[in-house]
């Protein structure tokens, strides 16, 4: 099922049961719950109005139909599910591979013949991969993957250090405490055994934003999507999750207190030592965590 398929069943389901939809009815509001482009989107809706699900009227403005809600023969709807994220096992498989040392070239159609997609929708995985900078496009052989090395972790944490706390000293006059708030909040640590903490990002991209550096933006653009990939990798382990929200929520609340001194200091520690996982990958071929 393709989004766009996904989208108009969900809808369509929705729709007729008088379950939840986004509010107000818009492409953009749509686009917002599903999390895609307006696209798909845009196909979706006008399947719904040839249905008869959706009324758009003069002024453009979607509405749904009064033929739409019908009276529920079940107690449960069973909504569609979403189609498969082929581009999350592809760069998780990916990663696992640049991580044992394996700098092996991808062909299109071996690689879409082995994720069961088209030949044009791995060809978007890659080139979107390329510019996360995990694949390299080589003419006439294909894709190449970029093998992690240990060195190359060690001098881009060494330089990133230098240039985020210099994004936050550049940052900290400007810095709303209701952004940091709602960081602070979104950085969740488990009350169960069984539970699994929430971690929120943003704080780094806020804190580079914010700098108004374009030269720390460029860094960060250029050479931080890669490395980027593998910490979210990384960031599977439960353990090094619960660190990681443990550090951010260190990071927020010194910035919070205004002490800009400290903020900067925990910020280089969590830069330096948060990689319990990745800075023990030392070899070629290194047994890497399923």
């Known amino acids: 099922m393709s989004m766009t398929d996904y989208i108009r069943s969900d809808l369509a389901v929705r729709l007729r049961s008088g379950l939840e939809i ?12 599903y999390k895609v482009s307006f696209t798909p989107v845009r196909t979706a809706i006008a399947g719904l109005i040839d249905e008869g699900l959706l009324v758009k009227a003069p002024n453009r403005r979607l509405s749904v139909s ?37 700098a092996v070239y991808l062909r299109e159609e071996v690689t879409a013949d082995h994720y069961d997609i088209s030949r044009s929708a791995i060809r978007n995985v890659f080139h979107r991969l390329a510019g996360e900078g995990i694949l390299d496009h080589i003419p006439r052989r294909g894709w190449r993957l970029r093998v992690f090395r240990q060195d190359d972790l060690k001098a881009y944490v060494e330089v990133r250090e ?16 209701g952004q940091l708030e709602r960081m602070l909040a979104a950085n969740v640590l488990p009350t169960t ?10 704080l780094h991209s806020y804190l580079i934003d914010l ?3 374009a030269y720390i933006k460029d860094f960060f653009a250029r050479q931080g999507r890669y490395y980027g990939l593998l910490f979210q990798w990384e960031d599977h382990d439960r353990e090094a999750a619960i660190e990681t929200v443990k550090q951010h929520r260190k990071i927020l ?7 800009m001194r400290a903020a900067q200091v925990s910020l280089s520690y969590h830069i330096v030592n948060n990689h319990p996982i990745l800075s023990r990958i030392k070899g070629e071929r290194p047994d890497v965590p399923a």
């Open 22 to 33: 986004p509010e107000p009815l818009t492409i953009d509001s749509v686009a917002e719950w």
């Open 211 to 213: 700098s108004g550096n």
């Open 162 to 177: 230098v240039l985020e706390t210099k994004a936050l000293a550049l940052a900290f006059p400007h810095v709303d405490s």
């Open 193 to 202: 055994p069984d539970e699994l903490p929430r971690i929120d990002e943003s």
């Open 253 to 259: 609340t010194n910035l919070l207190n205004r002490d």
């Open 66 to 102: 009064s033929q739409a809600v019908q009276p529920a023969e079940t107690t449960s709807v069973e909504l569609p599910k979403p189609p498969r994220d082929h581009y999350e096992e592809i760069v998780s498989d990916l990663i696992r591979a640049s991580l044992r040392g394996e």
